[in-house]
């Protein structure tokens, strides 16, 4: 794979000079440098392995959260208590979320009122201005 970036894992003049400078300035920032250049090759990698990871442990929280639960308590009374109970608050959740977007758009409706209103007033303040010197300037509504 030919690589034509400035700064890239290996001993180039600019990574040299980075790591340099980096000793002079604060030798952990050398230290991240010299780390860079020697295992940064293998970083992509790294990076995706994690997302991997990543990614199955957050599905496996979800399977979890939505009820798909591998073992339950060993109670099926409380195992059904606490269905009951996740799925009372899932809906009082929603019921919240939807109070929280109308409240939202009631107050997205009285900015643009308190903004409508402050424009009103500014227009109308503009055409007494020019009513009072007239031929200042020009009328674009008129």
Partial sequence: MTQTALIRPAWTPATIALMVLGFMVFWPLGLAMLAYIIWGERLDGFKADVNRATDDLTSAFRKNRHGMRTGGSGNAAFDEWRDAE??????????????????????????????????????????????KTPGSVPDINA
């Fill in 86 to 131: 996740m799925a009372r608050l899932d809906e009082e959740r929603k019921k919240l979320d939807e109070m929280r977007r109308e409240f939202d758009q009631h107050m997205r409706d009285l900015r643009m009122a308190r903004d409508r209103e402050e424009f009103n007033r500014f227009m109308a303040e503009r055409k007494a201005n020019q009513a």
